[in-house]
């Protein structure tokens, strides 16, 4: 099945459990699917790619964003917390990666949806 085909066919079984559509097409997917990239809706996809994906994208806008937080306010430039900041963003990063992983499976488990290879 192409995969276009699959996600048109994925959607309707999302839009059948009755959960809202920003729940299973969340914006950032959203986007994605408009530039072309094909990727599955984060409910059918499998526990580690939305942990991973997820993760890094909340770690890098985060970190940057608490880079330009602790940049504009120059004393803070040179204390350890400065020093730690990627790794506080890895941590970010992780705990939000780990969450959405989380929450995707209770939906995918709670509504008994297959996973993406298994879309027909």
Do not use: N
């Not at 504009?72 to 917390?81: E, R």
């Not at 506080?88 to 996973?115: E, T």
Request: a positive charge; hydrophobic letters at 50%.
């Amino acid at each position: 099945m192409m995969t276009s085909t699959r996600r048109e066919a994925a959607l309707q079984l999302l839009e059948a459990t009755g959960m809202r559509k920003s729940s299973y097409a969340p914006p950032g997917v959203l986007l994605l699917w408009r530039l072309g990239i094909d990727c599955p809706p984060p409910h059918f996809a499998r526990f580690w790619s939305v942990l991973v994906l997820s993760g890094v994208y909340f770690g890098i806008f985060w970190g940057l964003l608490m880079w330009l937080f602790m940049w504009l306010s120059s004393a803070a430039s040179k204390s350890l917390l400065f020093a730690s900041l990627p790794l506080a963003a890895c941590f970010a990063g992780g705990f939000f990666g780990l969450g959405m992983a989380i929450y995707y499976a209770y939906g995918r488990k709670k509504y008994q949806l297959p996973l993406w290879e298994d879309v027909q």
